[in-house]
């Protein structure tokens, strides 16, 4: 298990230092001076040349990697051509938001996905299945700022429940926090709860095919225990998987929907801070998710070792 | 109350397939006493396996069974599904093909040992797993009480089939059905779990229904035989008359068939052609067009009869072999 | 040898061809995708009306028999704005798709048949494409190019370029150690040959399943993409920027939020049942990775 976990540990290190490379090198992509890009009309040489210095952009490019990197251990991201803040900050400052409604989404995926997924494949055929698989099929295939769109019709327009956008954190007020998260958080949560059903269905069906299912329904066990103790159980560690990826991927910022509902979150960050060409504001909040993720997924693999017994032995 | 352990009468198993429904066993009657061992012989897809299953309620879901089954003297089929079930796992142990397979990955097997005990004979926890720890001994896992807690992949293929038993043994069945235990199995194991079985059922006295199509076994082993195609039963009978008799020409095929040490590794004889499409059974016999003694058109387009050679030995042929044309 | 890894392939086709036939919600499909086709093509010659045609008289006009979709708020007829965007989904949609396609399977299958240092390398620079999340990756590669038609659809392409390689590379890790394969081998034919005449002909089906699943994704990443403003620039119409543009109005003009949307849904819903109708069919186990990664927003 040590082993496993250390040689995961490394594999993830090697990926995260391509991720710095690739977040690196966008800077080197943009056409022309990025500085000079971003300042735009609002041009003057000091700054100019302070924010050239303070990116590192008049040296070399190993160089200016080396010394990227070394900053980016110590937690300094640069600082945003915008403001002049640090990036870390602007980030850290966003990550609230996206986290509250990246998890709420997940949980109401969670709670939709996991009964239906169970039940259409035990009741392989029945309505609810067929049920499932429309739900399942119409939700991968649409687009959520579209269900957000038409949320926001029917929830704040025609029927007034809920506000159309904008953000109240979690800490300040709940109630206001919980009736501004329904929305992108339902719309959020469906799409993912329509992949996860489908997952789900796909995942116990196959494990209700297996012969050591035969064996317990041998046994004379109820249909509970069956299901409970020898489907479920295997049935769902690649799904515990599937669920981490999504929830990796909601950190990484549903930047559509926090962009349509006003959600002051990551995603927001990054569209807010690619309509200003706020290059290091992009690159701290790129860099930032990726790392979330592999760290999630790192996480997953981990977890994923401790529930299936045959793999923590090899 | 009835004699037998398990007896089943007019079993027709239908499945439905998506293209039509199959016959998998078409009005099979047979049944096993206290102690005694019945073996079902057949190929793949004989229904040896599916009168089984069909009959202690295990049929898969697209199955339609009719007929009459009783166990321990209960009529299975009126019953409701949550008493079957109980009857099924209190009374009957089963030991399935494929020891690699039938093994839940993530339970321990002393879990999966004492599951059906805690179910059945209302065990606690902590007294099902001793329990579990007894059976594990019986069956001959080595330092059962630390084996226990390990999982299934810790074990090879022979010792897993003897958790398998150890399982199937639990609630001290009155019956036990050993689906082709050993065919997943190398041949010395396969010896040993054929003797272990053998042995349990001395000390144990249950009955045993065998399915398998390894005719060497079922010499060793069983008491009555019955032998299976397409659905049905050609032959059956007590396995001296049978295999010392063999009135159906299925029945010759399948003893000549028999690789055979004593005779010094000649050809093996094989039964050309092959078995008939379940979706689409012909109306006569069903081995015909396989048939060495290929009658005549009556074979073709009527059923012949379960008609009795000798004191328990029956045969559905039209052409029964006499016991004096089998001298060699 | 040849012949055999051939006749598969082709076996392989018609399979599918036949199973699109027969199943109603992939016939259903199919038909959506030829009507898009069509849409797409001649979207500018059969709009009723054009799509700049602004007419401060009839702005946010609901849906009539003179606009089927209603008016936008500069009098555009939304219908006719829907039918000519359908050539900038499915284009981008092609043409990304096809850039990944040619890409990842380039890489996949010299990762796979080569196996080694340059497999290590190849599958690592993969591993950190995926380690972004799809549309933030394609957001900053637009964002640094500068928004438009052409880097939209590079970044799509790049975005699903490393799920094709994985795919590929796993179907060739699975055939290089077969016979046909290894006989090629030992009468001396050029890797080159092997790679195109007995690997890729053996792992066409999880390909043309991934693709046909991969469209439906890019067409919902382009319409994300140009719903931040980041795709086709206006005044050129694009479903996910009507969106964008209409979400302001969507209380009082139903209309400008429904219909695009309700394009973008039936084309990628389109796709997907045609896709999954050939995962059926052509490879019913399919790595599950894509299933799990069906997020494309």
């Known amino acids: ?314 | 109350m009835s004699e037998h352990v398990l007896a089943i009468e007019d079993l027709t198993v239908t499945i439905g397939t998506r293209r039509g429904p199959a016959r998998a066993v078409a009005g099979v009657d047979w049944s096993v006493r206290p102690g005694e061992t019945l073996a079902l012989v057949g190929e793949s897809g004989s229904g040896k396996s599916m009168s089984v299953l069909a009959a202690t309620g295990l049929a898969p879901r697209s199955a339609r069974v009719t007929g009459r089954v009783r166990l321990l003297g209960t009529e299975l089929t009126e019953l409701p599904e949550a008493r079957r079930r109980r009857l099924r796992g209190r009374h009957v142990g089963f030991v399935f093909q494929d020891p690699m397979t039938s093994l839940n990955p993530v339970l321990t097997v002393g879990r999966q040992v004492a599951e059906a005990g805690e179910e059945h004979l209302g065990l606690t926890r902590r007294a099902a797993r001793s329990r579990a720890v007894e059976l594990l001994d019986l069956v001959g896992i080595p330092s059962a009480a630390q084996r226990v807690d390990a999982y299934p992949h810790q074990f090879s293929g022979g010792m897993r089939q003897r958790v398998v038993i150890a399982m199937a043994l639990i609630c001290e069945p009155d019956l036990l059905i050993a689906d082709e235990p050993t065919t997943a199995l190398d041949v010395t194991t396969q010896a040993q779990i054929v003797e272990l079985v053998a042995d349990l059922q001395r000390r144990l006295g249950t009955a045993v229904v065998w399915i398998t199509h390894d005719l060497g076994v079922v010499a060793g082993i069983a008491d009555t035989v019955a032998v299976m195609y397409a659905g049905r039963i050609l032959e059956q009978g007590p396995v001296d008359a049978v295999f010392g008799a063999p009135s159906h020409p299925y029945t010759s095929a399948l003893l000549a068939a028999r690789p055979d040490p004593a005779a010094g590794g000649g050809d093996l004889v094989t039964i050309a052609g092959a078995p008939p499409n379940p979706l689409d059974l012909p109306p006569g016999c069903a081995f015909w067009p396989r048939c060495p003694v290929r009658g005549d058109a009556r074979c073709e387009h009527e059923l012949p009869p379960l008609v009795p050679v000798s004191a328990g030995h029956q045969v559905r042929t039209f052409y029964p072999r006499r016991v004096d044309e089998e001298a060699q | 040898m040849s012949e055999h890894s051939e006749r598969t392939s082709e076996g392989q086709l018609r399979r599918a061809l036949s199973a699109l036939r027969h199943d109603p919600l992939a016939l259903t499909g199919s038909v959506v995708l030829a009507l898009l086709v069509v849409v797409g093509v001649a979207g500018s010659w059969l709009a009723p009306s054009g799509i700049n045609e602004v007419d401060v008289d009839r702005m946010l006009q609901p849906p009539s028999w003179s606009h089927p979709f209603g008016t936008d708020e500069l009098g555009r007829d939304v219908l006719s704005r829907v039918m000519v965007a359908a050539r900038v989904s499915l284009q981008v949609g092609l043409v990304s798709v096809g850039i990944a396609l040619a890409v990842g399977v380039t890489l996949g299958l010299f990762a796979g048949y080569y196996r080694g240092w340059l497999d290590n390398v190849l599958m690592r620079c993969m591993d950190v494409l995926f380690a972004f999340p799809v549309l933030l990756l394609a957001v900053a590669i637009v964002a640094v190019l500068g928004p438009g038609l052409l880097t939209a659809t590079v970044a799509i392409g790049v975005v699903y370029t490393p799920i094709f390689a994985r795919v590929t590379r796993a179907g060739v890790l699975s055939v290089r150690e077969q016979v046909f394969v290894r006989a090629a081998v030992s009468i001396g034919a050029s890797d080159l040959r092997i790679m195109r005449r007995h690997v890729l002909p053996n792992i066409a089906a999880p390909l043309i399943v991934q693709t046909s699943l991969s469209l439906a994704f890019a067409i919902l990443s382009e319409a994300a993409l140009s719903f931040l403003g980041l795709g086709v620039q206006p005044p050129a119409p694009a479903w996910g920027r009507m969106l964008y543009d209409g979400r302001g109005f969507v209380t009082e003009a139903w209309w400008l939020g429904f219909f695009p949307g309700a394009a973008i849904f039936l084309t990628v819903l389109a796709f997907n049942l045609v896709g999954d109708a050939l995962r059926d069919v052509l490879d019913p186990r399919q790595l599950t990775v894509s299933e799990a990664r069906r997020s494309a927003t």
């Open chain 1, 1 to 314: 298990m040590a082993r496993f976990v250390i040689r995961r540990l490394l594999q993830s290190a090697v990926v995260l230092l391509g991720v710095t490379v690739v977040v690196f090198l966008l800077l080197q992509l943009v056409p022309g001076d990025p500085v000079r890009v971003a300042l735009g009309t609002r041009f003057d040489p000091q700054t100019y040349e302070a924010l050239r210095a303070r990116a590192g952009l008049d040296q070399p490019l190993v160089v200016q990697y080396v010394n990227y990197l070394g900053r980016a251990l110590t937690g300094d991201l640069g600082v945003s051509f915008r403001s002049g803040r640090p990036v870390t900050t602007i980030v850290l400052e966003r990550l609230p938001a996206t986290l509250s409604l990246a998890v709420t989404a997940v949980l109401f995926a969670v709670l939709i996905a996991f009964p239906l997924g169970i039940v259409s494949a035990i009741r392989s055929g029945s309505l609810i299945d067929h049920a499932a698989r429309v739900f399942s099929q119409v939700g991968v295939s649409v687009p959520d700022f579209w269900m957000g769109i038409m949320g926001i019709l029917l929830f704040a327009g025609v029927l007034g429940w809920l506000p159309p956008s904008g953000y109240v954190a979690l800490t300040e007020d709940p109630a206001g926090w919980a009736s501004h998260v329904a929305l992108p958080a339902a719309t959020v949560g469906l799409v993912t709860a329509s992949i996860l059903t489908r997952f789900i269905r796909s995942s116990m069906l196959e494990v209700l095919s297996e012969d050591y299912v035969r064996t317990a329904e041998a046994k004379g066990l109820r249909t509970r225990v069956v299901v409970l103790r020898h489907v479920l159980r295997n049935a769902l560690i690649p799904v515990v998987t599937v669920v981490a990826v999504q929830l990796a991927s909601l950190l990484g910022g549903v930047i559509v929907i926090e962009v349509l509902f006003a959600w002051p979150g990551i995603g927001r960050l990054t569209y807010d801070a690619v309509q200003a060409r706020d290059y290091p504001v992009l690159q701290g909040a790129v860099l930032l998710v990726a790392a979330l993720f592999l760290l999630v997924n790192l996480l997953v693999d981990i977890l994923y070792a401790r529930l299936d017994p045959r793999i923590t032995v090899k």
